[in-house]
């Protein structure tokens, strides 16, 4: 008896997952992706299901959400969600060589710090590393921002962090070994034992631009380092697997709606960043499970953090649900609200 149940269930979802997600393809541009989160039970289905309509060639990865640290099963706890990612066509973003790329933690944030800085001290490069540093030694120790700390020094160009220019310790003979002279003393600078990282003509290049893009010590005693600008690498892969924990969106929802008003939402933040990575300006989102209206809350983040718009739809079949749930959400983040609980801070995963 149970078999059969459990057989039923599954038919169930099947039956409503097959049309829907054949829709959803018909629905997406050529370049476009689209996103199915699923937990343990239906993800082997949902993967061969994604294959047959999408075809495995497009498919681009699983991503694993884990939601907490603890479980309560008494053989293997299921504390993670699963997101499959496909293209309806791969190959199209591999020759238009499209990178997905998220913006790293807090770097958007050290960038805006640092120009009003700039704007403040009138360009004097030593005052700005000086209330640089400060500024990150007053940032709490999880602060997201001051994973940049490094970054302290300015010049015209920007924020950058002296970085290694030494030749990897390859065993390579032919590693490049030629002089580069100090501004001041003009004599040659201390080398690295493995040589440069770069060939001459890429380092007398980096010489030569305004700004240069080396940074010399006090004198030539001081082994020179090449500028790493965040402004240049203020972006980082997606990963494949990443922790949040999963009490965060509920407490999301309440926040907005009251205690108790939606059962595992999606979490607004972890939309918002696939979202960024996966649309451009002026894209539009579809979402064909409205729900708590998560998806609609994430792009309204988006457009209001950045200075590309997106467009959204959502679909709630629930009438109940729109009406109580997904549009006064969406309507409270339009018009701006007041949480009413106090939000949920997490800890970094050790």
């Known amino acids: 008896f149970l078999k059969k149940e459990v057989k039923k269930i599954h038919d169930k979802w099947l ?3 097959y049309p829907r997600l054949r829709l959803l393809r018909e629905f997406l541009t050529q370049d476009g992706s689209i996103v199915v989160s699923i937990d343990e039970n ?3 289905s949902l993967s061969l299901l994604m294959d047959e309509l999408f ?4 498919r681009i990865g699983t991503i694993v959400w884990q939601k907490g640290k603890k479980g309560d099963a008494k053989l293997l706890p299921s504390i993670h969600e699963y997101l499959c990612v496909y293209a309806r066509d791969k190959n199209l973003l591999t020759k238009q060589n499209v990178k997905w790329r998220r913006r790293k933690a807090g770097a958007d944030e050290v960038l805006a710090y640092y120009e009003d800085l700039k704007n403040e001290l009138a360009g004097d490069h030593e005052a700005i590393r000086t209330a640089m540093m400060e500024w990150y030694r007053s940032l709490k120790k999880d602060d997201p921002r001051k ?8 010049d015209d160009r920007g924020l950058y962090f002296p970085d290694n220019f030494a030749g990897p310790d390859d065993g390579r003979e032919s590693r490049p070994r030629y002089d580069i002279l100090h501004p001041t003393t003009k004599k040659p600078c201390k080398m690295p034992s493995t040589g440069w990282r770069w060939e001459e003509p890429t380092t007398i290049a980096a010489l030569k631009e305004e700004p240069p893009r080396i ?9 020179p380092c090449r500028k790493s600008y965040l402004f240049e690498i203020d972006q980082e892969p997606l990963q494949s697997v990443f922790y949040k924990d999963g009490r965060a969106a509920t407490l999301q929802v309440e926040g907005i709606l009251g205690e108790g008003a939606f059962p595992y939402p999606k979490d607004k933040d972890i939309l918002a960043e696939l979202i960024g990575v996966l649309t451009d300006d002026g894209d539009l989102v579809l979402d064909s499970f409205g729900g708590s209206g998560s998806t609609g809350h994430a792009v309204l983040s988006l457009n209001h953090m ?3 718009k997106r467009n959204f739809i959502l679909i709630e079949l629930d009438k109940e649900t729109a ?4 549009a006064p959400r969406l309507s409270a983040c339009i018009d701006g ?3 009413k609980t106090k939000p949920f801070r997490q800890s970094n995963l050790s």
């Not at 940074?215 to 082994?223: C, L, Q, V, W």
């Open 55 to 58: 075809g495995r060639q497009n």
């Open 337 to 339: 609200y007041k949480e």
């Open 306 to 308: 950045g200075k590309k």
């Open 215 to 223: 940074h010399f010590g006090k004198s030539h005693a001081t082994i």
């Open 42 to 44: 239906e993800f082997s």
């Open 147 to 154: 994973a940049h700390k490094h970054y302290n020094w300015s």
């Open 15 to 17: 039956t409503m997952a």
């Open 323 to 326: 009406q109580t749930k997904t």
